[in-house]
């Protein structure tokens, strides 16, 4: 029986695919500054993430946000003073002891 409707194929990016490398960013990350080959993209909770070759068993998945292709950090940081000053504001409030 001949079917009218063709099903589609879901396959991984062929070999030829080139997706290329992604720069490891996180500041604690045990990968950080290395380049990854990007294998295959996919979504994961709403997020975009890299599977990537590399790491212990060969293949490792790293969050868009954590590489090079991530929005860059702000540049509002809290300083040292700053979060000395939180405290210091939430010990006055008996907040923290």
Known sequence: MCSEYRRRRHTAASSSA???FVVVTHPFHPLRGQRLGVLYVKRRAGDTVFVCSGGVSG?????QAWTDRGEPPQEHRLSAAGLAALVAVTRALGVVD
Do not use: A, F, H, K
């Open 59 to 63: 293949q490792i998945t790293v969050p």
């Open 18 to 20: 080139d997706l290329g």
